[in-house]
């Protein structure tokens, strides 16, 4: 029996709507993503941080990919050189 990881299949993504801290704009995040700029004026829409195998599991980084990986870590802020 073979395993995947459940966030790799595209069809399991859901959506939540986020309000811009900037100007209020309701923003749609897709569960694949950590954050989308606003429509309306262009800043920075992260979700709420909830812990993902990305900052834990030591796998994650051939799971996703290098380029998937990067910029997941470059989304969180986190130093991906280590």
Known sequence: MSTKCPGSDMRNITAGIYACPS???????????????????KEWVAKKETPSCVQ?????????????????????GKDSDK
């Open 23 to 41: 100007c209020g704009e309701a923003v749609e995040i897709f569960s694949d993503e950590m954050r989308r700029r606003c429509p309306k004026c």
């Open 56 to 76: 834990w599991c030591s796998s994650a980084r051939s799971c996703l990919g290098e380029d998937r990986w990067q910029a997941v870590m470059e989304a969180l």
